[in-house]
């Protein structure tokens, strides 16, 4: 929970967007797809050119309204309507290409975007909530997809509309356009003094909107705990006072925008009513006939009206840009583990030999704190290793750094004697099987749960793993068997069941170096007896690095590495190290029923 309230502040203290042009990070993503933008454009242009030429259609029937040759004032009509038919057309079709774009091009990001997460390195969500994650690739894409497939267009069309209108205006009276443009700059002034204001608000609004997600998404994975904790009153005041606040600068921006707009289409259309004003008197001195007037007063709408579009659609395209922003800070983050740039292979077939050289690590979240000091542990090709010490001395993080997840602070770790910061995350992690310590189930099937640890294994592959993690039998029994759904993150499987499935999962991955983190811990006696021999099987041809408290479970290991405050203290087998009367013969004394004498 602590970690919610941490996520809040540091959006808090995020940069605020402070540029339009955030939104260039876009470019990429629409570049391929520029045949698509141009016949955008061209229906664009179109409709914005026949809009510009209904007002001329416009001045011609008032002008011929009392002409005597009704045959004349029928083909103005005509041209009317057929400019109308052209307008909604071209309309249509700018619709559907640009709102077609828009989707392609949003989720083009949204796959770029979780591609670039999916693949950082744990250190990177040390720092942020994966709810937070999910905000951005969900709302600051959905916000992008309004500016892409809707703003951006309506804002081009405008801005060719307003070019075009001004420029008729000039056209058809010099001196009622001079006087039009006089408001311009007063119009202009709260423009760009609330935009700003509206684009600091819009980022920080969606900054809080990420922190209420993030914090919605911990508590509903804990929820278990959550409730047993009777937390839920805290929890959700908590989520209340995010989402709360989130609303809160959601209505200081849309009252922003609402001053803004009401201000700006108040003085242009003050400014329309007067020039009309005048233009009454100029037609009563004849200096203007009531047609030009007329076509005069459809552009100075036509351009009033693109002035205060481009006016709301500019607050649309700040939120846009601090939404850009937020996605662009995930595609360019650093990760702290890279792949190398020159890349080695591994020996074939793989040995699995693994070395750690004088290793010292600290976690980046924790880097006052040294959490393995001086690691120096060679694991020879096919041999059973058990770690073994008490909570946080370290074990762990061995096998973190074994997968690659952190890079040590200083030393090497080797896998058949290639440093692993010269492979390929993808090629090592391919000889590697690991049981972790709290298992994952994924909302699925129990086969394709299994079938996880080798997406290419047959349904037969897939019933031997699960026999030989005693996981056969309770998964028959389920309602649809191995086609039964297990739930979110395997809710309806009980805590052995769920670790059953995680070595099932393990022995079809069928990898040379087998990594196991306390993988029987939730299993009964009966059940944790039968996978320790599927797990001796397993291991007897392969490297296995077990972890486990419960000492009888690593008896059998050919090693037992010993360690405590983050640095291996002994080594030995279990004979060896009970006579050695030192930190696991304390330990093996507190576990077995019989005392020293069992041991």
Sequence with gaps: MARASTGSRANEERETSKRIGALAALWPFVRPYRVMMGFAIVALVATATVSLVLPLAVRKVVDNFN????????????????????????????????????????????????????????????NILTGEVLSRITTDTTLILSVIGASVSIALRNMLIFAGG?????????????????????????????????????????????????????????????????????SRQTFDRVTEKSFELAAQRINTRVLMTMIVIYMIFSGVVGVLWIGVHDIRSNAISAGELAQFVIYAILVAGSASALSEIWGELQRAAGATERLVELLQAKDTVTEPKNPLDLSQPLRGEIIFDDVHFRYPARPDRLSLSQINLTINPGETVALVGPSGAGKTTIIQLILRFYDPTSGQVRLDGVNLCDLRRDVFRNVVALVPQDPVVFAASALENIRFGNPEASDEQVYAAAR????????????????????????????????????????????????????????????????????????????????????????????????????????????????????YAHLARLQFTDGAAEV
């Design 468 to 583: 030989a993690a005693v996981a056969h039998e309770f998964i028959t029994q389920l309602p649809d068997g191995y086609d039964s759904y297990l739930g979110e993150r395997g809710v309806m499987l009980s805590g052995g069941q769920k670790q059953r499935i995680a070595i099932a999962r393990a022995i079809l991955r069928d990898a040379p170096v087998l990594l196991l983190d306390e993988a029987t811990s939730a299993l009964d006696a009966e059940s944790e007896q039968a996978v320790k021999l599927a797990v001796e099987t397993l291991s007897s041809d392969r490297t296995t690095i077990i972890i486990a408290h419960r000492l009888a479970t690593v008896k059998k290991a050919d090693r037992i590495v010993v360690m405590d405050k983050g640095q291996i203290v002994d080594t030995g087998t279990h004979d060896e190290l009970v006579a050695k009367e030192g930190l």
């Design 67 to 126: 002409a005597d040759e009704s045959n004349l004032l029928d083909q103005y009509f005509a041209m009317a309507i057929v400019v109308v038919a052209l307008l909604a057309f071209g309309t249509g079709m700018r619709y559907a290409l640009v709102t077609r774009l828009g989707e392609r091009v949003v989720t083009d990001i949204r796959k770029a975007v979780f591609g670039r997460v999916i693949n950082m390195s744990p250190a990177f969500y040390d």
């Design 166 to 234: 001004l420029t008729m205006l000039l056209l058809t009276s010099v001196k009622l356009t001079g006087l039009l443009l006089l408001i311009v700059p007063i119009v202009a002034l709260p423009v760009l003094t609330l935009g700003r204001r509206l684009r600091v608000l819009s980022r920080e609004n969606q900054d809080f909107i990420a922190a209420s997600s993030g914090n919605a998404s911990e508590v509903l994975s804990a929820l278990q705990t959550v409730q047993a904790f009777t937390h839920e009153t805290a």
